[in-house]
């Protein structure tokens, strides 16, 4: 698993990578209420706004952590957007977007890279 | 880390001891929430909450004048307000706008003590300072904390220190002796829920805070709750739903105009307010039970069926009681009939939505029942 320093997480299998919130972001935001997820077949391009998690107080957005086509989204965020709380980095994934050019995961930080980087916050 | 630029209340080390995620809000370190808004929420609703609200502006304002020279900026009748009890009241701009919304009372033989918002209370002293005329002197009380505590079981839990406060109905206040100090108490506050607020000495404030929430009943709630009772009581938020550019016909605040004041029309913009009262304002707020998709909030438009703009979301947010998303905004008088269909545009998206009677969650004031 990888991170942006947005707090989004990517995990990539093949040429697919599923996207999410990391714990961090998580936690930050609160009770998660609703989820806007992209719809399939949408292009998205790395560093775009493509989907919207809100709590209770506000709206923030999610930014594209790859460019590409969206495969799946969890239409389980619609029903229980609360699993973006329970499980942000396992069940409470967004997307799943095939990956148009695997060099946007090299700037990408791994697990000790980011609780280094969210010390620093 | 406290930010330096931030004002601190008598409660800080408090909230910070209870693991509040704290917030800059109005000028003040605030908690936002303890163990998280919806949970804080709903513990609001069903048992008690206990509340932070020192950042609010508190003064009393005294003398022979004090009254008519508070009635000079204000709708509202307080020369025949009794002893003992408060009001909601509107400062009002030569233009008839809301520079502030606030709570005064008699809860001595002393003038009034007036409680306003933490973002307009410079604002709000500093005005007063400059207008009151003759014998009318206005006293900041910036040594004291006011705590609210708020919920079905906040009467009992305050009985438990002073018998009195059940004698207390709705908007009845007094200054007493509580918790060994001297204390300013009304049965009010801005959930929509009976209880009470009071202000203390800020020495005794973490003391008090800390001994009212002994009782297993109460749990403190951060801001972040505060805002979501306070929309589901359907209750102006200054500065968002209400503002100077706002008057108190606009924003469905008529009740707070007494009838004598509008009869001698001797108060601030009462020419635009008596006008609006007469012919219609040409926008009003209303409620809006938000159908379907993503909460509207402030800044969303509102849209009628065909798909012109006609008004905008002032606050709106997802209601935890009502498991549904809520708002409020302004619309020409034409779409405000209830049940009228409407659209919110959020991030673009139309969105159906109902006006809607406020509050959107029944309130639950303790009024006594008439002897």
Redesign the interface.
């Given at each position: 698993m990888k991170f942006t320093k947005d707090h989004e997480w990517v995990s990539v299998d093949g040429d697919i990578a599923t996207v999410g919130i990391s714990k961090h972001a998580a936690d930050a935001l609160?009770?998660v209420?609703?989820v806007?997820v992209p719809e399939v077949g949408k292009t998205v391009t790395k560093g775009d706004s493509f989907a919207?998690v809100?709590?209770?107080?506000?709206?923030s957005d999610v930014y594209a952590p790859v460019s590409g086509e969206v495969v799946e989204a969890n239409d389980v965020l619609g029903s229980a957007p609360e699993t973006v709380n329970s499980a942000p980095e396992a069940d409470g994934w967004f997307a799943r977007i095939k990956i148009s050019d695997a060099s946007a995961l090299d700037g990408l930080m791994d697990q000790a890279a980011y609780d280094e980087y969210l010390t620093t916050l | 880390m406290t930010d330096e630029t931030l004002k601190t209340t008598p409660l800080n080390a408090a909230h910070r001891a209870l693991g509040a995620?704290m917030v800059g809000f109005g000028g003040y370190d605030m908690p936002?929430?303890y163990e998280?808004?919806?949970?804080e929420?709903r513990w609001t609703r069903e048992h008690a909450g206990l509340f932070d609200v020192s950042h609010m502006g508190q003064c009393k304002i005294t003398g022979a004048d004090a009254i008519s020279q508070f009635e000079r900026f204000v709708p509202g009748d307080y020369q025949i307000l009794k002893s003992g009890k408060q009001k909601y009241s509107l400062l009002l701009n030569t233009d008839g706008g809301i520079i502030d919304d606030l709570m005064a009372g008699k809860p001595d033989h002393d003038g009034l003590f007036v409680v306003v918002n933490a973002g307009n209370k410079d604002e709000d002293f500093a005005f007063w300072a400059a207008n009151l005329e003759g014998d009318a002197t206005l006293t900041v009380l910036d040594d004291r904390a006011l705590i609210a505590i708020q919920g079905p079981e906040a009467a009992e839990v305050m009985l438990k220190h002073e018998p009195v406060l059940a004698e207390f109905g709705f908007m009845d206040c007094a200054r007493l002796m509580l918790f060994g100090v001297d204390c300013f108490v009304s049965r009010s506050g801005y959930t929509g829920e009976d209880g009470y607020e009071i202000s203390v000495p800020a020495a005794d404030a973490e003391r008090i805070w800390n001994t009212i929430l002994e009782d297993a009943r109460v749990k403190p709630i951060g801001l972040?709750?505060r805002?979501?009772l306070r929309l589901e009581a359907g209750l102006p938020l200054h500065g968002h739903d209400i503002d100077p550019t706002t008057s108190p016909v606009e924003g469905a605040l008529t009740f707070a105009l007494s009838k004598s004041r509008k009869e001698a029309a001797n108060f601030n913009g009462a020419e635009r307010i008596l006008k609006e009262l007469a012919e219609g304002p040409s926008r009003v707020r209303v409620g809006l039970s938000v159908k379907e998709?993503?909460?509207a909030?402030e800044g969303a438009e509102v849209a009628d069926l065909d798909g012109n703009l006609i008004g905008k979301v002032t606050s709106g947010?997802?209601s935890?009681t009502l498991g549904r998303n809520i708002a409020m905004g302004y619309v020409p008088p034409a779409f405000a009939e209830l049940g009228t269909e409407l659209k919110v545009l959020v991030?673009g998206k139309p969105a159906a939505a109902e006006v809607v009677a406020m509050p959107f969650v029944a309130s639950r004031y303790y009024r006594k029942p008439k002897a």
């Open positions: 609160g009770d209420v609703f806007e919207v809100e709590s209770v107080k506000a709206a | 995620r936002v929430q998280g808004v919806l949970a929420h972040g709750a805002d979501s998709g993503a909460p909030r947010g997802p935890p991030r």
